[in-house]
């Protein structure tokens, strides 16, 4: 079993399965296979897959799978979802597959769990926008009850009479939450639990130092970065074609408007705040992140480059360039506790 201490400095890759511009699905799902395997021999602590329906930016609908999948493939490394969404999954399903996987591999498997969006996924998997609105802390509350081995439900979501959960888990769940911000619901209802925060790529230091003050108590947090060692062109030249299909792609389940984010902008911003460019800056920008943040785990995302040859190098190259410049410099983040 994994084992993991406050404070400790892990960092692990986040791959999203993105479909960039002539790219067909099932090579993207062996691409990340790939890398999952490139990331145990590059020396990272953990891989995490995203799970997104019905549109390229992401082709994985079921990240708890592919994870399933990988850790078979694999022998050391930690395996992770960000995020299974519980608005479209029966958390009692969840509870299970997850309580299998943690038996065969030997606890390497962790869960990233999320609200999702207000998408045509709701429609489809029949969960309804109730649930997605009012119905995650009941969701996330059943999940964890099925952990413990027992559980019933007497909710305004779920309602059943009391089951035994087979296979008996071995071992609590080792789960982060994912929010948005320092005002999202998600990072009380976090606290509450004592689940950590799993922290967007979307979001500068300086904003997830606010969330991480929001939730108030020392945790294990987990943050994403995009990290791309060598020429930042390369971020330039991908990103915006595929980030184009994959926010157009987001259709909402009641006519609400989606994300509306420009492409070329979101890209200078991703460049602009994450480690993207020579091995230097990158070993500087994430000591930077880690002693403002102070989260001392952090997840990159290494498909920027848009191609299986450039996602590998990329993974090779931060293990050899990258990370052992952090670990060396920093055992731990200052003020993770």
Same mark, same amino acid.
Not at 53 to 73: D, E, K
Not at 106 to 115: A, D, I, P
Not at 206 to 222: L, N, Q, S
Not at 266 to 290: F, K, M, N, Q
């Given at each position: ?15 999203? !399965? ?13 691409? !990340?296979? +790939? ?39 694999? !022998? +050391?490394?930690?395996?992770?979802? @960000? ?62 009850? @099925? ?5 019933? @439900?007497?909710?305004? *979501? ?29 990072? +009380? ?12 790529? *979307? ?21 994403? $970065? ?8 390369? $971020? ?14 987001? $259709? ?21 705040? *994450? ?21 001392? *785990? $952090? ?32 055992? @731990? ?5």
């Amino acid at each position: 079993m994994v084992q993991r201490g406050r404070g400790q400095l892990r960092f692990g890759v986040f791959l999203v !399965s993105g479909r960039f511009p002539g790219q067909r699905d099932g090579d993207v799902l062996r691409r !990340s296979v +790939r890398a999952a395997e490139l990331a145990e021999e590059a020396g990272f602590d953990d891989v995490w897959f995203a799970e997104h329906h019905f549109m390229p930016y992401g082709v994985c609908p079921s990240a708890i799978t592919l994870a399933g999948h990988v850790l078979g493939r694999t !022998s +050391r490394i930690g395996v992770g979802t @960000a995020v299974s969404v519980l608005s479209t999954t029966h958390p009692v399903a969840l509870a299970e597959q997850w309580a299998v996987l943690d038996a065969v591999s030997g606890g390497r498997l962790r869960l990233g769990v999320g609200r999702g969006g207000p998408w045509r996924d709701l429609e489809v998997f029949g969960t309804g926008l109730d649930r997605y609105e009012r119905g995650f802390e009941e969701t996330l509350d059943v999940f964890l009850r @099925a952990t413990t081995g027992r559980v019933e @439900a007497r909710g305004r *979501h779920f309602a059943f009479r009391e089951v035994p959960v087979v296979p008996g888990p071995e071992r609590r769940p080792d789960v982060v939450v994912a929010c948005g911000g320092p005002e999202s619901d998600a990072v +009380r209802q976090a606290a509450d639990r004592d689940l950590p925060l799993l922290l967007g790529l *979307h979001a500068d230091d300086e904003e997830k130092a606010r969330t991480v003050a929001a939730y108030g108590k020392p945790a294990d947090h987990v943050s994403t $970065v995009l990290c791309q060692v060598g020429d930042a062109d390369v $971020v330039r030249r991908a990103l915006p074609a595929w980030l184009a299909d994959g926010l157009g792609a987001h $259709v909402t389940v009641d006519g609400r408007p989606g994300p509306r984010k420009d492409p070329g902008e979101y890209t200078e911003r991703l460049c602009a705040i *994450h480690p993207v460019g020579d091995a230097g800056h990158c070993v500087r920008t994430l000591e930077t992140s880690l002693r403002r943040t102070g989260v001392s *785990h $952090v997840l990159m995302f290494v498909e920027a480059s848009g191609t299986p040859e450039g996602t590998f190098e990329n993974i090779a190259r931060i293990g050899t360039e990258v990370l052992p410049a952090l670990r060396a410099s920093s055992p @731990a983040a200052p003020g993770s506790g």
